[in-house]
């Protein structure tokens, strides 16, 4: 009898992840369960769950001192992924399965009770890492498999059950393979061409789109502000293939992917509740820390309506995102970093109260300053667009049609190619990204269009960080008409879309 069963897996550290060796021992003593190896608490559940796939897939459980380690000790292992391995690993230990076919093959599935695989999140990070490592296979429970298939030159096989794995391993059974069925289209996005009216918002979200910019739309409820959100991600450009694989990745371990249609390349719309908490916008929770709604909305939007009534304590964890395009957690074992890069806009009613026409709000001046001065300061800081949104008037609704989200994307594609080549060389991608210091000194504007920047100084209307953020508009509005360097107008309406006092 072998007593000793080494099967390979993978473990997420953070979003990262790494080869795990799982060891099946099966020794002299009382009949015992043992599984060792910095585990998580949500690990000792899969004894059970080993247990008795074991012994309801027809095989037998040893009545001994059985004990599973799972290496190396520095990685926190978590969650059901390895179930699979382990009861494999005990399997060979006890010399009722094959080992010919576990060299460079990892194995991933939580097991059911009666045996069946069931999907776990982040096969995509874990597959790419494993293939990183020199696996060359990967088994994987079958409803994971459109999205294992996903990683280029790694043989992926899917399994239903327990004993599909043990007869595959022994060379008499097949894993199932990634159907050929065309993946039907994804869910469309919708379209901007449904908006009727709101051209100031409809525009503010061009530029946006154009320049990378955030956004706040102040206007009274049910004026349409989670309808032109939700057609934001319509006219931005579809994902390019590693950004299309990044945000699947982390999709993945959130558990938030489609079944369906595994890979993400529409840039996602992330949209929490107002009373959405701190860990589930930014991420974290006990155990493996999830990622959050800015993970989920990375190289996307992440919607924030009615943002006036949200913790300030929720609003500031955004800062550290915004700033740094990514998000640390901290965990018991270290910090976990998730990429957090995306469009963010804001959406708020102008006041507590929130009438449907701004001339029935029974609010006092004093509470209507305070509604939105929570958003002021750093947050607000580099939130360079800010609209305000009116009732369409009677004849708006009468005019049919907005223009389609294809005629918008299209401008903004062209705006974004003009500004990539203008920072080509420094590396930035969106004029959002650009610091003050390098619009300033290195691409400096004439001084006729400078004018009112210089005016608006002086008179102490916007400060000097506010000026940066009004040239960097202006690069965008600047882009959006094909021009080679802002001029009087684009800076002007530059500073309208950040001089508004609400
Ligand atoms: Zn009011």
């Given at each position: ?167 595959w391993l022994a060379g008499d059974g097949a894993l199932d393979s ?66 299309s694989l990044q945000v699947t990745a982390i999709h993945s371990v ?6 369906t249609h595994p890979l993400i390349t529409v840039p996602p719309f ?233």
């Open positions: 009898m072998r007593v000793v069963g080494n099967v390979h897996s993978m473990g997420l550290g953070g979003f990262t992840g790494q080869p795990v060796e799982i060891q099946g021992n099966i020794g002299q003593g009382l009949p015992k369960f043992t599984v060792s190896g910095s585990v998580d608490a949500s690990l000792r559940e899969a004894k059970d769950r080993v247990r008795a796939a074991i012994v309801n897939s027809g095989f037998k459980f040893p009545e001994l001192a059985v004990t599973v380690a799972l290496a190396p000790a520095q990685l926190r292992k978590e969650g059901s992924g390895f179930d699979l391995g382990m009861a494999l690993s005990l399997l060979i230990a006890g010399g009722q399965a094959a080992t010919e076919r576990l060299r460079g093959t990892v194995f991933l599935g939580e097991l059911a009770l009666d045996g069946r695989v069931r999907a776990v999140r982040g096969v995509l990070p874990l597959l790419l890492a494993a293939r990183d490592h020199g696996f060359v296979r990967a088994v994987v429970p079958v409803a994971n498999l459109r999205e294992a298939a996903l990683v280029d030159e790694l043989e992926v096989g899917g399994a239903q059950s327990l004993s599909q794995v043990v007869a990634v159907s050929d069925d065309p993946v039907p289209p994804a869910p469309s996005v919708p379209d901007m061409a449904d908006v009727v009216g709101q051209s100031a918002a409809r525009q503010a979200l061009e530029v946006a789109a154009a320049g990378g910019h955030h956004v706040l739309m102040v206007g009274p409820p049910g004026i349409g502000k989670t309808m032109l959100a939700a057609r934001l991600p319509g006219i931005l450009p579809e994902l390019d293939p590693a950004e959130a558990g938030t992917l489609p079944d992330v949209a929490p509740h107002h009373s959405v908490s701190a860990a589930a916008l930014l991420g974290g929770g006990t155990g493996m820390a999830r990622p959050g709604a800015v993970s989920r909305a990375h190289r996307g939007v992440l919607f924030l309506d009615e943002c006036a009534e949200m913790g300030a304590k929720v609003l500031d964890g955004l800062r550290q995102p915004l700033e740094e395009g990514e998000i640390r957690l901290s965990r018991r074992d270290g910090d976990t970093k998730y990429p957090a890069r995306f469009l963010l806009l804001l959406a708020a009613n102008p006041c507590p109260c929130a009438p449907a026409h701004d001339i029935d709000c029974v609010c006092s001046s004093v509470v209507r300053r305070r509604y939105l001065g929570k958003l002021s300061g750093p947050l607000l800081d580099r939130v360079d667009i800010r609209v305000q949104m009116e009732p369409p008037g009677p004849t708006m609704l009468l005019t049919g049609q907005g223009e389609p989200s294809a005629a918008i994307a299209a401008r903004v594609a062209t705006a974004r190619a003009q500004a990539r080549e203008r920072w080509r060389e420094q590396g930035w991608t969106t004029n959002a990204e650009v610091p003050g210091n390098a619009l300033r000194q290195d691409f400096p504007l004439s001084r006729a269009a400078l004018a009112p920047i210089e005016r608006y100084l002086r008179d102490g209307r916007i400060t000097a960080r506010g000026a940066d953020r009004a040239l960097r508009l202006a690069w965008t509005l600047n882009d959006l008409r094909g021009g080679t360097s802002p001029e009087l107008d684009d800076v002007a309406q530059a500073l309208m879309y950040r001089d508004r006092n609400f």
